[in-house]
């Protein structure tokens, strides 16, 4: 067993130097290289600090004889519509991976009004996690399996079940004034009118009514304007290709509801000559992998969905230790990750 003597004696550093910098105390004033040379030495000795041992018996105690079930939306359509779905639905297999949980992707069966799982005869699950929107008897499907239920990217409504989702008023808000603070005043929104809530019933996309609300307190909406399409690329192509074909104007940045929409206003505004960011400039939500295979990599609200996946993981070995636990709700707030479809306007 590797001990902080002989690590320092590998290093030449002082024992107390060595475990000041493996506990990362951050009131120990030492040299970057120093902490380099220390930490590279413990990592290929196989050195743990007591914090790391008691993480590791931890994730062995309590998640190994985890089960969790992945539960995403029944609605094919509306995921291949925006991937941000399919990305949360990976990073919360990779966190299961991560810590020993066994994850199983559960589908439901409307004609036995059951969720199943096509590898095994008998389902037993510690945990769900579901991903989006669901009716009444799917939900209802899911209480049969476990109580222990965490809804990932929308909120429960009643607060029956924890929930875990980005905060979308606060996003729109941070994603504007960044705009705002690139110049831009002249700003259209790209996406529908009407989204689907909880329950899978159409209601006011809250996108759309968090740019129009704090527009109008900035009041700047005069000079904005709201164009619909669905939440994919294609209806955003063909949307947009009929608005420039009849003569519409534009604005000096769009701010549109996904990457899938965007991708599609980027493909259009080159087919008719247009240059990204120079003539115009475009602002995306989600930030998933997408953001960055177009051309320019789009800039984007990142609501950080690998750390909401952490977030649900947590919380659903959490809520299996407890028997009478209380559901609670987390709103995630974002940040903005700059790339190269936005450009800063001369004042």
Do not use: W
């Amino acid at each position: 067993m590797v001990r902080l003597k002989d690590i320092a004696e590998i290093t030449g550093f002082s024992i107390t130097t060595v475990s000041r910098i493996l506990n990362n105390d951050k009131t120990l004033r030492t040299s970057q290289n120093t902490k380099n040379i220390i930490k590279t030495v413990a990592e290929a000795t196989g050195y743990k600090t007591l914090n790391e041992k008691k993480k590791e018996r931890y994730k062995k105690k309590n998640s190994l004889s985890m089960v969790v079930g992945i539960i995403e939306m029944s609605s094919t359509n509306e995921v291949i519509k925006d991937p941000y779905y399919i990305y949360l639905k990976e990073f919360l297999e990779k966190v299961c991976r991560k810590n020993t949980i066994k994850s199983l992707s559960l589908t439901f069966d409307l004609k036995r009004q059951k969720y199943v799982n096509n590898d095994i005869s008998k389902l037993k699950v510690n945990g769900l996690i579901a991903i989006g929107r669901f009716s009444k008897l799917e939900v209802k499907a899911m209480e049969k399996l476990s109580k222990n239920i965490v809804f990932l990217d929308t909120a429960y409504p009643n607060g029956e079940y924890s929930s875990i989702a980005p905060d979308l008023e606060l996003g729109v808000k941070n994603g504007l004034d960044y705009l705002f603070e690139k110049g831009h005043r002249k700003i259209y929104f790209i996406g529908p009118t009407y989204a689907p809530n909880f329950f899978t019933n159409l209601a006011l996309e809250v996108r759309r009514e968090s740019f129009i609300k704090y527009m109008k307190e900035k009041k700047m909406y005069l000079d904005s304007l709201l164009l619909e399409c669905e939440r994919s690329s294609e209806s955003a192509e063909q949307m947009l290709r009929e608005y420039l074909l009849k003569g519409g104007s534009l604005p000096t940045a769009i701010f549109t509801v996904n990457e899938s929409v965007a991708i599609g206003v980027v493909k259009v505004l080159r087919e008719f000559g247009l240059n990204i960011p120079k003539d115009v400039s475009i602002l995306s939500y989600n930030n998933t992998i997408y953001s960055s295979l177009v051309s320019p990599a789009l800039s984007s609200v990142d609501i950080n969905c690998d750390y909401m996946a952490q977030l649900a993981i947590d919380l659903v070995v959490k809520q299996n230790q407890i028997k009478n636990f209380s559901p609670i709700k987390i709103l995630c707030s974002s940040i903005i990750s700059e790339k190269n479809s936005i450009k800063a306007l001369k004042g």
